[in-house]
Structure formats: C-alpha cells, structure tokens
C-alpha cells in the first residue's frame, strides 16, 4: 500500500439510530473502491459478531481503509471508524469519535432525528467534529427531506441545507458522500517526528492473533519489532505486526500520524488494554499522556447463577473467558443462599449486561438465572466511611449509615405528540425531574433527570408499552445525590431470600414490595406447608401474602404392580427438586425466582 | 418364622375395555382357554420350584377381568397353590368379578373351587354413571350380583368410583348409602383418576371431562369416611374401607411390603431370594407371555434388583397409605435401613408439627390430613 500524505487522510464515524442505515451505507463505501470479493461481502460486513448482526448494534468498534479517487484526481484515504451505537458503550464511542475528525449524521428521512442520534451526535460535537448531515431512505414514498433537515437544524443546531441525500439501499448518490468527505472533512494533525503517541481506541481477543488492537496514530510511528508501554499502566510489549483492515486485515510496515489500524503484541487479555490509554515508544516515551482517558466503571450489576448448580465452574470459565474480550464487564465470586454459588458482575448498563447475558447462554450454552440489576449506591456511614453497593443483600444496618446517595441519569425521550401525557407521568412516577421540554413538528422532546435505579427496574418496558414502542430513549450518567433509600427484603416463611432483596427509594418501597410478593404467590405452586411471603424494611413487614397447602394430592390406587412405577415418580420428584431451593419447609422451584426477577409483566 | 406368601394371579382378557381403565386387560374374539391355563400353571409350578416351600397368606385373582375364566382352571390352580405352598389355616382366596349375568352364573362353581372372598366391580349404583363409565352391566345386575354373592361368599368386597365428572358431595352421600347398605365387610372406593393413554385422558385434554376441584374433592372423600363409619365399616388404608378384621389380607401384603408373588400376563412380583430383593414382571401381551412360558417355564420379561435404598422408598410409598403405618423395627429388617436413615430429618420433623404424620414407639403413620396428601408428603421427607 502506497503511502498517502496526511492532508489527504480522512478519518470519519457515522452517526446514525439503529434501522436508519449506518450498516447499509457502510457496506455501499466499502465495496466502491472494490475492496471486498463478492464472497467476502457478507451483508454489513462491519457488524461481525453474530450478536451484533442480529441486533443490529454494534458492540465492538470496527474500523476500514478506503482508497478513494476523488473528484480532484488524487487518491485519498479514508478511514471509517464503525462506533458502538448505544449509551452503554458510551465511554467508548468517546473514544471512537477522538480518532476521528469528522462525522457522518445518517438519518433516515422518512422517520427524522431520535433520541440515541441526538446522544451521539452531542458527543460528536463535543470532540470537535465536523459533521455532514445526510439523508437516507430519501427514494422511500414517506420521506420528507425537508422537513427532516429543517428537524435536523431545530433539534441538534447543525445547518442541514447541504446534507446529502442518498438512498444507501439502491446506492443513489454514494458517491456524493464520499466527496463530501473529502471536501468538507478537515485532515488529521500530527508530528511524524514527535515520541510516538497513539490512542488506544479498542481491543479485542483473536483465537490466533491473541489480543488486536485498534490505534489511531497521533504523533511518531508505529512499526514492528517496536517495544510499546501502555502509559496508565506502565507495562510494555513488543509489536508483532501492524496493520490495516481494508476491511481484511492487512499487514503493513508502519502507521503514520492520522492514520488508523491494528497492531498486535502477544498480549493475553484484553483487560491489559484499557480503551481510551495511550500507547507509546518505550524507548522514547511521549512527555504526558493523551487526554480523557477513563478506566472504565460498571455502573449495573446483578447476580448470574448457574440453573444447574453443577454448572458452576463451567460458568467460571466462561465468564474468564468473556472477559478476555471484553474488559469492561466485572465479575466476582459471591454466593446466595437461594441460587448457590455464581457471580456478582458489573456491566456498562442494561444493554451491555443483556448482551453479556445472551453471549453466556448462546455461545458457551449456560442456562442461567440472574437476579434484578442493581445500581451502585454509595453509602456513607456514621463514622464517616463511604463505601460503594454493589448487592442489595450487603446493604449495612439502617442506624449504621448516615445517609446514602443514589446515581442519576440524564435522559432524553423523544415522542410523538399522542403519547407525551403518558410519558410525562411515567417519568414523574419514577422520581422524574424534567429539565426540557421541546416540540419539533409532532414530536416532542423531553429531558429528564432521572434516578437510574428506577430505570433499570422496568422502565424500558413501561416506555415502551405507553407509547406503543413510538418512544425512543437515551440516557447519560450524571450524577450522585442523596436520596432516602431503603432495603426491602423477601422473606418466605421468615427466611430472607437474599436473591430478591432490593433497594428502592423510601416513597415506591411498599408498592414494590407488595408487588414481588403478588407475583411470587402466583409463581409458586401450593406445597405440603402453607407459605408466608413477606417483604419487610428492617423489621416492618410492608406487605403479606400467604399461598395456602395444597388440599390434596393423592393416588388412589395402587397395588403390587404400581410400586416400581410409583418409586421412579418418587425418584423423578427427588430429581425435580435439584431445580428448587429449600427455604426451612418449603421448597421454591428456582423458575419462580426467574420469574419474579423478570420485573416486566 | 417366614412371613406368608401372598399369590396373585393375572387374567388379562376382558369383554370390553372401560375407557377410564389402564389396567393390563386385552379384549379377544376367542380365547385359547386351554393354552392359558396351561401356562398359568407351568408358571405357577416353576416360580414354586425356584422359591421353595414358604407359607401362602392369600390368592388373588385379578385381571382383566378373571370370572371370566373357567371355574374348573381357578380349581386346578388353587389345588396348585395349596399344595405347592404351605397355606395357613384361613388362608383368604379372592376373584375379582363383573356383575354381568355371564359371570354371576358362575359364583356357585367358584366359590366350590375354593374361592373365599369375592370383588365385585360394581363401579356406581347411578344408571348415567354405569354408561359413561363404559360398563356392561346396569344398576339392576349389580343389586342381584350383590345380593348373590352375600349369598354365596363368606367375605364381599366391591368397588365404586366417584369424584365423578359433575358429581356432588350430596348425590355421592346418596348413592353411597345406598352401597353401604348393600355391602358386606368391605369397600374399595377410588376417587376417579385419570389415566395416561385412556380414552378418558384424551376426552381430559380436551376438556370433555372436568373432574371435581381439589377443595370438592378433599369434601368428598372426608364424607365417604363418615358415611362408612356410619356401617361399621372403617377405613383401613387411602381407597379401602372395612369392618375390623375383614381388611384384606392380600392387598395388605402388599401395603406391608411383604413378598408376592405374581403369575400370568403383565403380572409384578417382589421376592426376597438368597437375600436378594428383585422385581420382575411378567410379558404384558397374553400371546407372546404364553409363548414364553411355553418355551422356558416362566414368561418373566422384566428383572430389576432393589436396592436396600429403593426398598426403603418402595416400603415408605406403600406403607404411609395404611392407618397402622409402618412398623418401625419391621421396616429395619424388611429393607436393612433403619427407618430414620430413610427420611429427612427436618422434613420429618416438620410435617410431624403439621400433623401430617404422628409417630410412637414402634410405628411411623401419616395422619388422614397426611394421606389425602400423601404424594407431596413422601416427595417430602422421603430421603
């Protein structure tokens, strides 16, 4: 591969809502240049984990190099850097959008601007870009591309009268993006003879490479044979190859300031690569560190178990090994007295732990139960420590705290008119704040301060059912308050079952409790003994229900010939109760823990 | 000294199938009689060589439905029996029978081969019942077949079945008394099940048959208690109802885990041999069971050792069904595990409190509240 200055580099994300067309345009710049052989050109080639296809989300960041022959007849190289489109990734897509200049804002002109384009799209401002607006979908009979740019200006402030239109789906005017690029997009800046200073913008396992790593060259080189350190950590490594996914990978000699690739250093996990770290020479280190760097915080957690307590260490197994890949999710060994043994994990958000979830389950063909997500709350005691709380069932004494504080979001809903009222309430029930409201032509925009906690009990699929899935929603931590919190605990027959045990703000505890205690008499079958299920704060029992003994269960018959078949029922039963948990006298089938912790209803 | 053998002997053809029954009953146009009874008492006659002398408690004709059979084969095989065991003094024979006329034609000629006791399956005393019950006799022949047998058979027991579909605890009182003033010395009153693989089971699914809610059910069973003691007659065991002494003696072996032995076509047997205890089972199909006792002597299909711990879970299922409970040092020697061994400790303890099950010195026993839940109770504190 020649060589190409560094005034004709451009380096570009695409910002764009899911089912808008992020993935369709970036197969349409890809093969332009012919980059990809017919059987290679598997649909949205970007998006290459199955998860990631199906959902139509991207988790990793993914990047590719584009020779393009420009109008001005010189040949530019562009690289496009695919960014995780969710929230929960959102530390990451900082960092995705720091390697790159400018940005593509997709949106699809049928439908106009959402609530996750508007988060992306801010945070695409605040690393400076430039960004082209471009419509896409213009060929289908609903789009309304005027209307949608004069959106595009109200909502987000961007001047939208030279946005593109295309249609990435039949290929109009593919071309006017790529000279967009080239005209409007500023070039990268570097000094080729500075230290080498290169930003760590993403890693992932590879079965044979080991660990590859995504940079975005600022200053110096990067080559082979080279001894890196990674400047938060300290450790150094020396690099094995180098190069660039055109979208193959393909080694090269050396990276140049502005431009994007992968290198690869024997490095065993990627938890030795923090996304946002900068890597330089260990030879000739760069005097400080680039900026923004964050290690990365799990902000959710909840407990995963094994539904077949024999599957422990296979679980064990393939939480290291996820991990390998993903350094971003937090596991530690914890224990329950209704679920055994299994972890506590920690996850970027909701999306993420679902995503962590299914992988567990589809790849490595765990069944498992997971208990409620929880936020972390911090605690401050009387003595004046302040400790952080991952699992409700850890939760002090009351009169050892002196008061706790909880994480709040910001969110931003977008909604057509018909479903604001409902929205708005929901919001206020959940100890909303609103911050903003704006109307852009039938669709409203409302901001709101919101405890995460109450986002993670059922929120999205409240949101989702009173605006009949037209709501879209998007939310940025922001940041800790003092709130009056309290644990509720689930007793069955005055056993807690620490699985269920819960925080929530003092005004929605009792509501909640009587809820879980509602679901749970319908979820679990009557037994030999009557059960009481209560939840309880402290010692106050805030709801009741009782599931009486079941009155009859009998077989009428049975002689010299029914007795081997009655002791392998026997047996079978025996069998059955691996799958329940013993509290005292009573067992609870582990599928009412499951559904109890599913909140939606 | 060696606890009495109980023998059952299997007849497996009936007129026609009851859609509610799962028995293992085969309907024929012609039946070899002939080659039948022949390989009833090779069986017989081999399973006594193997076995060796021990004392005979109780014969049991079951079936299908065996007054079907020849009164001169149930002769021979009583003959058999008696003279291949050591029977004891009372030693109590039973057949089942069909109140149809065919069969009642036969009592004298059974009860002169020997035949004590005798098992009527009257199933109701209610016309509409008897029909969708799939019987072939009518109320009429069931009142004449009673009053024939009290007649004829020292012991009578017949059966009915209720928790019908629609039935009501009133209705059932009324039809009950009825029985209860027809009967002798003992009852066997099942509340209607509803079998896999039945017709009935299908007409279950699809929503035909609604049997009574377990609340109604639990009445209908406490009145069937109460309605029998009014006679004299008590229950003995969870379906079985009977004036003091007259329990039978056969079933009971059964409850009581003592050996049995079974001949004929799908019939169980369980027999402690050389300290071994086996479970075998016979050919279910008449034809291919006749063919293999032609060719080997017996037509044993199906042989499992049990285990010391599977008979204390076999001995624990049938004995809590019995009012006398189990026998605590019994227990220890019938399956070599001390009867606590056998049981959860807490569960035990707890269902103890509940008064699900009482125990004393000798006997552990489920309580009536215990038995009308006694599948749960045993998932429970059966080890």
Known sequence: MTSIPIERIRNFAIIAHIDHGKSTLADRLIPSPGALTAR??????????????????????????????????LTYQLNLMDTPGHVDFAYEVSRSLAACEGSLLVVDASQGVEA????????????????????????????EPERVKQQIEDVIGLDASDAVMISAKTGLNIEGVLEALVTRLPPPKGELNAPLKALLVDSWYDAYLGVVILVRIKDGKLKKGMKIRMMSLGSTHFVDQVGVFSPKMTVVDELLP????????AIKTVADCNVGDTITEDRNPAAEALPGFKPSIPVVWCGLYPVDADDFEKLRESLGKLRLNDASFHYEAETSAALGFGYRCGFLGLLHLEIIQERLSREFDLD?????????????RNNGDVEELHNPSDMPDPSQIDHMEEPWIKATIMVPDDYLGAVLTLCNDRRGRQMDLTYVGNRAMAVYALPLNEVVFDFYDRLKSVSRGYASFDYVMDRYEESDLVRISILVNGDPVDALSFVAHKSAAEARGRSICMKLKD?????????????AIGGRVIARETIGALSKDVTAKCYGGDISRKRKLLDKQKEGKKRMRQFGKVEIPQSAFLAALKMDN | MTEPLALYIHWPFCLSKCPYCDFNSHVRERIDHARFAAALRTELAFEAARIGPRPLGSIFFGGGTPSLMEPQLVADLIADATRLFAPVADIEITLEANPTSVEIGKLTAFRAAGVNRLSLGVQSLDAAALQSLGRQHDVAEARRALELARAIFPRLSFDLIYARPDQTLSAWRAELTQALALAADHLSLYQLTIEPGTPFEA???????LLPADDLAVRLYEATAEEAAKFGLQRYEISNYAKPGAESRHNLAYWRYADYLGIGAGAHQRLVLDAARFAESRHRAPEPWAALVEQHGHGTAHREKIEPADAAREMLLMGLRLNEGIDAARFAQRTGVPLDDALDQTMLRAAIEEGYLERDATHLRATAQ??????????????
């Open chain 1, 40 to 73: 290679e050109m598997t649909s949205q080639v970007l998006d290459n984990m199955e998860l990631e296809k199906e959902r139509g989300i991207t988790i990793k960041a993914q990047t590719v190099r584009l020779l393009y022959p420009a109008k001005d007849g």
């Open chain 1, 116 to 143: 996750q384009t508007l988060a992306n799209v801010y945070q695409a401002i605040d690393a400076n870009h430039e960004i082209v607006p471009v419509l896409n979908k213009i060929d289908l009979p609903a789009a």
């Open chain 1, 258 to 265: 502005g431009e994007i690739g992968y290198i690869t250093a």
């Open chain 1, 368 to 380: 498992l139960i997971a208990t409620a997500p929880s936020v972390v709350y911090r605690i401050h």
């Open chain 1, 523 to 535: 979820l679990i079958p009557k037994q030999l003994f009557k059960i009481a299920i209560q939840a």
């Open chain 2, 203 to 209: 007409r279950h699914r699809r929503g035909e048959i």
């Open chain 2, 370 to 383: 215990g038995q009308i839940r006694l599948d749960a109770l045993l998932g429970a504190v059966v080890k």
